[in-house]
């Protein structure tokens, strides 16, 4: 786990192929629903959310599917499915502006990561995104090249 830069939050995960794969038009927190070998095994560092997403379901409540947290190895009777899906905690009107984006714009939601607040409270930072197509990927990572360059050649004067 690594303190993020504002020492409020202690980073667990983080999915670093969300910029790459989609533009991210707003970002919101979440609390997620978790068991106790979970906990567990998240303060030792052991997530993975890089091919996680965010659905709702018939009844209107948010989940976090296909986010992998490791089993905790001393709760081995008690312990949890690493791929189950968990619970997202949002307010209602969060839930509207989610719903209605993903149905009418056709966007998706993505944790861009996983960290424990100031409270101790694991928290997920979701992110409304709309999907590139190669071409963007590629202008995309040009424009950070070029970028790169003009800072080199600004620092050599």
Partial sequence: MAKN????????AQNRKARHDYFIEDKLEAGIMLTGSEVKS????????????AEADKDGSFHLINAHISEYAPAARFGHQPKRQRKLLLHRRQIDKLTGAVAEKGMTIVPLS?????????????GLARGKKQHDKRATEASRDWDREKQRLLRKG
Avoid: H, P, T, W
């Fill in 5 to 12: 830069s504002d020492d409020s939050r202690v980073l667990v």
């Fill in 114 to 126: 996983m960290y424990f607040n100031e409270r101790g409270i694991c928290k997920v930072e979701l």
């Fill in 42 to 53: 998240l303060r030792q560092g052991k997530a993975s959310i890089g091919e996680a997403f």
